[in-house]
């Protein structure tokens, strides 16, 4: 009877004592888990925030009252998607899961000073509101791992498609050049070095092409569908330098191609002036925006035609 009460008596310390490991693991946890001591940081209370490693440096700037602000990088507006997810990142820093409190497990998880990428967070321009060192991305874990300045503990936030604390600059900028729906295009013109000619349909919906002597043909639907694919999305594949970009003279591009889009047309006219890089790139301008975007010539081949690629082969021989 006694050994059975001891029994008893040792489950129940044995319980008390895990209920109080797990209250004190759990009341630690909730502590370190909202981060308690952060500065707010969020799109409304920052107006600076800086992404740097040891090789590049981001910094995205706000303009603008805090509800109607466009935040820049480099003098452009930084690309909205990359935008939303970045903010939705650091709204997951108050709810950061602890990952470690050893700072021997700094390393391995990326965090080290002077190592890792740093984001910082300021107010006023200058007035730094907090600093994190955020390691590696791992896609295995598709986690960020992230220690705040100063502090030993580490945390893991999500980020499942790849790191969104992004030191490059070029990975906050809009690589679209342009997107124009097919049924907004009035006409799209063609000039090259040697050559000149205008791609417009007639009242019944049929292309042709008027080239310069008067002539008039119609267009390849093969021809016409890979043109008219190719501007409802032309993607960027990088950004020129600006040392790079100066040196460039768009005003006798190699290719340029004018779209004239309709009156009510969501999408207003615009011209791509191309300049070639090399033998898998070109260099692209357009009027609206000082950027020099870089395109794979494969991507913008479809577009690139000549007229005699356009044209349909005429029965007969």
Known sequence: MKSRQLGFVLMALIAVGVAGLIFRVFSAGSDEII?????????????????????????????????????????QAVFQPRLEQFW????????????SINPVNHPP???????????SFFIGGRSLQEKFLVGEWQPDVRL??????GHEETYGVPCPGGNIFEPDPDRWKNPVVASIPPNEILEIQFTYP??????????????YAHGTGGSEDPISPLAL??????????????????????KLN??????????????DASTPSTRLRFLRRDDLSSYLSIPTTGTVYIVDNQAVGGLLLRLEQMIEAQDGG
């Open 250 to 263: 768009f005003a006798v591009p190699d290719a340029m191609v004018r779209v004239i889009t309709h009156e």
């Open 35 to 75: 981060l308690e001591g952060l500065v707010q940081v969020s799109r409304e209370a920052s107006d600076r925030v800086l992404i740097n490693d040891a090789e590049k440096q981001t910094e995205l700037v706000r303009l603008g009252d805090a509800e109607q602000a466009t935040w820049f990088v480099d003098d």
């Open 88 to 99: 939705q990142a650091v709204d997951d820093l108050y709810d950061a899961q602890l990952v």
């Open 109 to 119: 998880l990326g965090v080290v000073d002077g190592e890792s990428i740093e984001v």
């Open 194 to 207: 040697d050559e000149a000619f205008i791609l417009r349909p007639d009242d019944e919906g049929e292309w």
């Open 225 to 246: 569908n890979s043109i008219i694919g190719t501007l409802q999305l032309v993607v960027a594949s990088g950004f020129a330098e600006e040392e790079e970009a100066d």
């Open 144 to 149: 960020c791992y992230v220690r705040r300045a």
